[in-house]
């Protein structure tokens, strides 16, 4: 039997982050930047995006107060990304890889609540922006590399065992891959943004077999009847997503 954590019994979170997606116009369609991570550290050797953590210095005086750090709810009810994300998002991006953004130009595109096994569960935003330019300058004390790729591409390298991607930037790059361009990518972003609180199946070898969200029968009960399914299966390459049928 899958091992199971209930959703409803989660430990609390640690803390927020912010993930932007740079997108840019290449000449065979949409290219996202992805980043390679040290092999040592949080997703060590796997491609993402740029982001980190939210630090207290990221707070302002004056900034609303509000519970988009309160990991999220299975209703998927809207809510805003806090000013201080937003301001996260800019300064994370500018560390990593030396692009400067606007804050006015991030678009959120989704927010996910980490899986109970996580050690360090951050409820991260992941937000859009048009890439502005500039020279890449990569942080080298977190990455070794960097790449301009289409969304498509980067799945493909993953299915064949080339690429190392975790579930969000998987699902985050499964979900650009028919978009014509950065204008396209921007303009279809879902709105409220969409929200993935995460649990996880492993096996009796504590390996994980797949990732489930609200929507899929066995969210919450892996005994559960039912055939409704909403999670990425990661038991072997290449991975596969399934999403509830549109009525």
Known sequence: MAAHVNPASTPPVDGEAATVVVLRDGA?????????????????????????RVDP??????????GANDGGSSTGAAVSAPARVRRAAVRETREETGLVLNDSGLVAFSRWVPPAQVPKRLVTWFF?????????LISAHEHVDSVWMEPAAALDRH????LTLFPPT???????????SVGAALASAPQ??????????????????????EGDAQYG????????RHRLT?????????QPKRE
Request: proline share 9%; net charge negative.
């Open 170 to 180: 998987w699902i985050t790059l499964n979900a650009l891959r028919g978009a014509s």
């Open 128 to 136: 859009l922006a048009a890439d502005p330019g500039g020279e890449l």
């Open 28 to 52: 065979a369609g949409l290219e996202v930047l992805l980043l390679e991570r040290l092999s040592t550290g949080s997703f060590g050797g796997a491609w993402a995006f740029p982001g980190g």
């Open 234 to 242: 990661t038991a072997r390459l290449p991975w596969v997503y399934e």
């Open 57 to 66: 210095e990221d707070s302002l005086p004056g900034d609303p107060e509000d």
């Open 192 to 213: 409220p943004p969409a929200l993935f609180s995460s649990v996880q199946l492993r096996d009796e070898g504590g390996r994980m077999t797949a990732v489930l969200w």
């Open 221 to 228: 009960d892996p005994e559960a009847p039912g055939t409704a």
């Open 159 to 162: 299915a064949t065992g080339t």
